[in-house]
């Protein structure tokens, strides 16, 4: 690796080993030094404090590929053998090329063009102009995320309120990637909201932006937003752990937001608010209407043949109803109470009719090991669905059942 270049890098030179590399070939984009302020597509709104993956995956390749061959290893980057002690004393050789290649752009639209057609972002520019901030503040961001471990523990709300007039709130851009860093560290949003309410000593939206506060509102859509990567709910093996703690995690958002900021009809805030409502609740809303449809079939024996058991659709009802007890929790920040109360409904009913159905015929042959296991599936979503005690009332019911016999 050669020394930086005492001008500005030609910003169209690219050696061949570069280009052979497709852009996924990179390991960790700017190895690893701004992952604090990373989130994943869909971005439906882009926000000043993060830039998603792909749009710093091309950045990066952009930097390896066109601005900094001759300072970072193309290959290094890909496999991961150069890192961040590589990159940092190179950095300000970096952003100095960053800025002259984009002041260049500013001034040539058809090289912006070329760029966004070349790296497939039509906000090329805005993008790389917040990771650029972020390199900048690059040293901040783990002090960021520390505070957001901080919050976590911190009793006295007077000392949190001092914590957070830390924040650089006279630097708005930042400010903004600050809150976001730190914020992926905080158990519960709500803390930091009410602590910058009491210190603007308003609930309005207008205060808390008037006293500087804004960012932090900003890093709460921006997280909230970030769940939708974990919303895939095709199939019987999605993994709906990972869903059930997104929409967890989007609720403690949301609700840290409509709970206790008042916000003005028609702000910027109140679109993004319902916006990202709308496609969560679209996302989930088909997955439960799927729910008593699987959990009959799953219950139910086959019509023809031996009996046997169906793991994949038993899977997709254990599934749909630990969804329906997470939305149940989560409720108010969706927009799907009719839905959910009919899936909720008809989930109780169909469990309570297929558990007395199979306590019947385990009655009749206590010994069919097919009764048994849907018995144990039907009892393991009654917990869920109704309460551990209900549970082991119909776990005796079934130790009953199987002694008369």
């Given amino acids: 690796m050669s020394q930086p270049a005492a001008s500005t890098h030609n910003a169209t030179s690219a050696p061949a ?29 882009p926000l000043s404090g993060s830039v998603s993956r792909q749009a710093a995956q091309a950045s990066w390749t952009w930097i390896v590929r066109d601005l900094c061959p001759d300072l970072i290893s193309a290959e290094g980057a890909a496999n991961g053998n150069f890192g961040a002690a590589d ?70 709300e007077a000392a949190l309120g001092m914590a957070l007039q830390s924040m650089p709130l006279q630097d708005p851009k930042l400010a903004a990637l600050l809150f976001h860093a730190a914020l ?116 139910r024996r086959p019509r023809e043949g031996a009996d046997r058991i169906d793991n994949d659709r038993l899977l997709g009802a254990i599934n749909g109803v630990y969804l329906l007890s997470a939305v149940r929790d989560c409720r108010d920040s969706l927009a799907l109470n009719a839905v959910f109360d009919q899936s909720w409904n008809q989930t109780g009913q169909a469990l309570e009719l297929h558990i007395q159905r199979n306590l019947d015929l385990l009655r009749q042959n206590p010994a069919d090991p097919m009764t048994g296991a849907r018995l144990d599936a039907a009892i393991k979503m009654a917990e869920i669905r109704f309460n551990a005690e209900y549970a082991e009332t119909l776990k005796r019911a079934r130790a009953t059942a199987e002694r008369r016999s």
Avoid at 22 to 44: H, K, M, N, Q, T
Avoid at 187 to 207: F, H, Q
Avoid at 263 to 290: C, N, Y
């Fill in 87 to 156: 990159l940092e004393p190179l950095m300000p050789e970096v952003l100095s090329r960053m800025k002259a290649a984009l002041e260049k752009i500013d001034r040539d639209s058809e090289a912006l063009r070329r760029l966004r057609a070349q790296s497939g972002r039509e906000n090329f520019r805005e993008e790389t102009a917040v990771i650029m901030a972020a390199l900048r503040s690059r040293a901040l961001l783990p002090k960021a995320q520390s505070f957001g471990k901080a919050v976590n523990t911190m009793g006295d």
């Fill in 184 to 299: 992926g560290q905080v158990a519960n949003p709500t803390r930091l909201i009410t602590a910058a309410i009491k210190l603007s000593g308003n609930a309005s939206e207008v205060a808390i932006t008037r006293n500087g506060f804004e960012p932090l509102i900003e890093a709460v859509l921006g997280h909230a937003q970030n769940q939708l990567k974990n919303l895939q709910l095709n199939g019987p093996f999605a993994d709906i752990d990972m869903v059930c703690r997104s929409l967890e995690r989007f609720h403690r958002l949301v609700r840290s937001l409509t709970g206790y900021v008042e916000f003005a009809r028609g702000s910027r805030s109140t679109q993004i608010l319902a916006a990202i409502t709308k496609v969560v609740s679209d996302r989930v809303e088909p997955r439960l209407r799927e729910v008593v449809t699987d959990l009959n079939q799953a219950m």
């Fill in 17 to 45: 080993r570069a280009e052979a590399r497709s852009p996924g070939a990179v390991r960790r984009l700017f190895c690893g030094v701004i992952d604090p302020i990373l989130v994943d597509e869909p971005v439906l709104y």
